[in-house]
């Protein structure tokens, strides 16, 4: 009987100490003091593998250029009191990694530089975190047939750590042609000896994919739908 109680005891003892360590964690606030602040680009899915970060938009051809934004961020536990001056660059060298990180894939051709225009240099404000980068592709020029990617890389900033593993991106581009879209159609089917798939249909809308630079693909609809 005596056993028993010290072993209930210990249970009892061990579930406190367990519950005080689970309230103690979930309230513990991350310390930055200690942590030397960097200059990155963020990502929402960092890949974790040590190749290269990667970003992603899809354009529509059109005689416009196509805006895209990514952003630049000062990680650190203060903001800075004075302008953050990014110097960036576009670096085939970074592509060729992730590539490389990627060889099942189909490999990214760089877009052309006159494909797109990004500013050289970005600045960060006095007092403030990030800045947005634009960049402009000039989408009538690029190939729906082609996956492109835009290496971009931090060189500079204004003397600041630049971050090791989000110091790159990839920005990876799809190109789908003027064509490519929902669209909405009626009219007749005719299937012969079937009076189920054969008839009128109206209201039907289908995804037509790019197929090249001036056609997309169109599968077979029947009156069901």
């Keep these: 009987m005596k056993n028993k109680n010290i072993f209930n005891g ?10 005080s360590s689970c309230l103690k964690n979930k309230n513990e606030q991350p ?14 899915s960092p890949v974790g593998d040590g190749s290269v970060n990667s970003l992603t938009t899809s354009l ?6 196509s805006e895209y934004m990514f952003y630049i961020n000062y990680a650190a536990a203060n903001t800075k009191s004075t302008d953050i001056t990014v110097t960036l660059s576009v670096d085939p060298a970074i592509l060729a990694t992730y590539n490389a990180a990627h060889a099942s894939d189909p490999a990214l051709t760089i877009v052309p530089a006159s494909a797109f225009t990004m500013p050289v240099t970005i600045t960060i404000p006095a007092n403030q975190r990030r800045v947005q980068v634009p960049v402009k592709f000039i989408s009538n020029v ?11 890389t931090i060189k500079d900033a204004s ?3 630049i971050s090791k593993n989000f ?11 003027r064509y490519d879209g929902k669209y909405s159609f009626k009219g007749y089917v005719f299937r012969e000896g079937d009076p189920v798939l054969s008839g009128n249909f109206k209201g039907l809308t289908k995804d037509l994919p790019s197929n090249g630079a001036t056609a997309v693909d169109f599968g077979q609809v029947w009156s069901n739908g």
């Design 10 to 19: 210990l249970i009892a003892m061990l579930c406190m100490l367990s519950l």
């Design 142 to 152: 690029l190939d729906p047939a082609i996956g492109y990617g835009l290496p971009v």
């Design 31 to 44: 310390d930055f003091s200690a942590t030397t602040p960097v200059v990155e680009i963020p990502v929402g």
């Design 167 to 177: 110091g790159s991106v990839v920005i990876k581009v799809a190109v789908r042609n």
């Design 60 to 65: 529509i051809q059109q005689d416009t250029p």
């Design 159 to 161: 003397g600041e750590v």
